[in-house]
């Protein structure tokens, strides 16, 4: 059970935090809805051969990931060298100005509307600069809310993250699906496309003002050697008695093995990374990115296809409550291992499908079956573990090298599924089921990492985390020199 000590400030603090996350799912998916004006405005024009087009295409609109890259990579030095919250600040600008930009790319260039293919790079530009807002957000929103929460609840709050990012993306579907049905596919593809970028100016701004509200966490105060401060907030985040231990355990643990990238072996940063990785390599971008085209590939009609990827978003939603309300419970580990094997199932039916062209009702189950397995466990439990794993006096760096991994990782899918959905030998051959089978032999791959390599952290302290990788290091010497058992 929870301290209640200062657990209402440390509610509202997250739910201002998770406003990062559902800018990240807003953000990454609001173009799925417009990929068909994209490809009519800016690339069908250039009459480019099948693949040129296609990887023009996917690179469009995998664009922002480059962003997210640059802002997963430098989030970690931002968190260190100026704060969390001042972090999340700067998140919250680029967020607003890639989002008007992305909606005119024309604008102060030439005619809204009259550029045509011209329009394209500084489209291009635009979503990468959200796409750094994005990578910022997906590294701090997280470590924020580590950094604040009882451990009790950690992984529950944490999660909240997770579910304001699928949030995020169920309500640009949402939104996205409403203004299709204020015109025709004319108007959508000349004037409503823009009012689905420009929409998420909105929660832009008002993530930007709560944060000039909030302070920033007893760890990175104590980091910059402002205790008094740091034990300020903690007293208002826990409870009066248990604050000053709090403070000298987050004193040690910053001077205990120092602030190498190494100092606490490589196992710690390989298993982070490879989390990262692993949770963009069995699909989900794909999936996330690429609904509305999926279900037209199943037959349906645009109308049709964004009413059913709204479906398999309110899917997301709820398996990820799910994951909130059990992964303090039962434990990383279970969750992970499950939700690798029902996303392996679900892919494997999938590509079955396809490739028989047996296509319906059961395509979409099988959609939702590979986001339910996703939701309980990848989605969410990633980012809890992320937030966990690695020590206090090395979080920063080592979190932001998995974070950029994982937006290498989703740039390789994000672009890939393009061209392997739209290969005309591929389909020729699996009528749009190669992907789906590749995900699925990534998703038992995932599931044997975590069996093999992931520690179970419920229940601990950051600071007990951080010891129990250095037990893991002394135990591992120990195994190559039995002469010291």
């Given at each position: ?200 100016a909105v929660p832009s701004l ?158 979409l189950l099988a959609m939702i ?117």
């Open positions: 059970m929870a301290k209640q000590g200062g657990f209402p400030l440390v509610a509202g603090l997250t739910l201002i935090a998770t406003l990062g996350g559902l800018l990240f799912g807003y953000d990454t998916a609001v173009i799925s809805g417009a990929i068909g004006a994209i490809d009519a405005n800016f690339i069908d024009p250039l009459n480019l051969p099948e693949t040129q087009r296609l990887s023009l295409s996917g690179f469009t609109i995998a664009s922002a990931l480059f962003g997210c890259i640059v802002g997963g990579a430098v989030a970690g030095w931002v968190a260190d060298r100026f704060g969390r919250r001042v972090g999340l600040i700067v998140a919250a600008v680029f967020f607003l100005v890639g989002t008007l930009g992305s909606a005119v790319p024309e604008l102060g260039l030439g005619p809204i509307g009259g550029m045509g293919p011209d329009a394209l790079t500084p489209f291009n530009i635009y979503r990468i600069i959200g796409g750094i807002g994005v990578g910022l957000a997906s590294l701090l929103s997280p470590l924020y809310i580590a950094e604040i929460a009882p451990k009790e609840v950690r992984g529950k709050l944490v999660s909240l993250n997770q579910i304001a990012i699928v949030v995020g993306m169920v309500g640009v579907y949402f939104v996205n699906w409403a203004i299709a049905q204020l015109g025709d596919e004319q108007w959508l593809r000349t004037v409503g496309w823009r009012w689905m970028f420009a929409s998420e008002l993530f930007l003002g709560l944060l000039l509200f909030v302070p920033d966490t007893p760890r990175w105060l104590v980091m910059k050697g402002r205790t008094q401060e740091a034990l300020g907030v903690l007293r208002r985040l826990d409870t009066e008695a248990d604050s000053p231990a709090i403070l000298a355990e987050i004193e040690q643990s910053l001077v205990v093995r120092g602030d190498r990238l190494f100092a606490f072996g490589a196992l710690v940063i390989v298993v982070g990374i490879m989390l990262s990785v692993f949770q963009q390599l069995i699909g989900i971008n794909a999936v996330l990115y690429y609904a509305p085209l999926m279900f037209k590939n199943m037959g349906a009609t645009t109308d049709s296809a964004l009413l059913q990827t709204v479906i398999v978003g309110i899917a997301n939603v709820g398996f990820t409550v799910v994951a909130m309300y059990t992964v303090d419970r039962f434990g990383r580990r279970p969750l992970m291992i499950l939700g690798a094997a029902i996303m392996a199932v679900a892919m494997l039916v999938l590509g079955c499908l396809f490739a028989g062209n047996a296509l319906g009702l059961g395509a079956l590979y986001i339910a397995g996703f939701a309980l466990s990848w989605g969410p439990v990633t980012w809890v573990l992320l937030s966990e794993i690695f020590p206090n006096s090395i979080k920063g760096k080592a979190m932001a090298i998995a974070v950029a991994a994982q937006w290498i990782a989703n740039l390789v899918v994000s672009w890939s599924f393009k061209v392997l959905d739209g290969n005309s030998y591929l389909n020729a051959q699996f009528n749009h089921g190669f992907a789906y089978w590749l995900y699925a032999a990534m998703s038992v791959l995932a599931g044997l990492f975590v069996w093999r390599y992931v520690p179970e952290t419920k229940g601990c302290s950051l600071e007990e985390i951080q010891r129990l990788w250095f037990g893991k290091r002394a135990a591992a010497a120990d195994a190559l020199n039995p002469a010291k058992v």
